[in-house]
């Protein structure tokens, strides 16, 4: 079974700080890929970026990058230049490479504070 | 190219009624997957249809069922409504490879009296 953790329900950062995410997760799987998906009060669910674990190069995109350690099953996100509209629940998520299925971490609360 | 559209994106219904949830994917992508969201559970897949053929399956009850059309438009029923299934409803469209990035609708709320 997969399982994923993000052992921080709730974080807040100063505007321009940086802030850093945190997610672990379990599988028995060798090929897989990893997501961060931010929800706003919107709800809208929107990708923020994706890792393939075949690939050892950090994924990065814009102020938003990953620190991806494939033995420790640790999938955590960084984001630098903390802006408002950052303010957001972000959800950590695996997908095995046998399936279209996603298995999601319980998110965390972030704020930023102007 | 239009994103996922969910509709309706509200609805109240009350305890032993039925509900038909809609979902209309990006152009081009084949595969509907359908996540329910609760405080209490999180984001629960639900089950993704691809070329009008269920191929994947989460632990719900049988009360919760969908089907895919020919356009990829899909489809969620849930029958028989329970308090518990008061939540929102997403669904995510994605090309047919495995891996590929899900793009999420707006969701549906609903909420059972």
């Known amino acids: 079974a997969q399982t994923v953790t993000q052992s921080q329900p709730e974080m807040s950062v100063q505007e321009a700080e940086t802030v850093t995410l945190s997610c672990t997760y379990d599988t028995s799987e060798n090929n897989y890929y990893l997501f961060w998906y931010k929800q706003p009060p919107s709800r809208q669910m929107i990708l923020v970026i994706r890792?393939?674990?075949?690939?050892?190069q950090n994924a990065t995109e814009n102020r938003f990058s990953v620190n991806f350690q494939k033995a420790a099953k640790s999938f955590s996100l960084k984001i630098s230049d903390s802006q408002l509209g950052d303010t957001a629940m972000y959800f950590c998520?695996?997908?095995?490479?046998?399936?279209?299925?996603?298995?999601f971490g319980t998110g965390t609360s972030l704020t930023v504070i102007p | 190219k239009a994103g996922v559209t969910q509709t309706p994106r509200y609805l109240i219904k009350t305890r032993g009624q039925q509900v038909t949830l809609s979902c209309s994917p990006i152009?081009?992508?084949?595969?509907v997957s359908w996540y329910q969201q609760t405080p209490g559970q999180g984001l629960q897949f639900l089950f993704e249809y691809f070329s009008e053929t269920q191929r994947n399956k989460g632990n719900f009850p049988g009360r919760f069922s969908g089907r895919q059309f020919s356009n990829s438009r899909s489809e969620m029923n849930v029958s028989t409504l329970e308090l518990g299934d008061s939540a929102l409803y997403l669904c995510a469209s994605t090309t047919q490879a495995p891996g590929e990035t899900q793009y999420f609708g707006p969701g549906t709320r609903l909420l059972v009296l």
């Open positions: 998520a695996f997908m095995p490479a046998s399936g279209n299925q996603f298995y």
């Open positions: 890792q393939e674990a075949y690939k050892q």
């Open positions: 152009s081009g992508h084949r595969s």
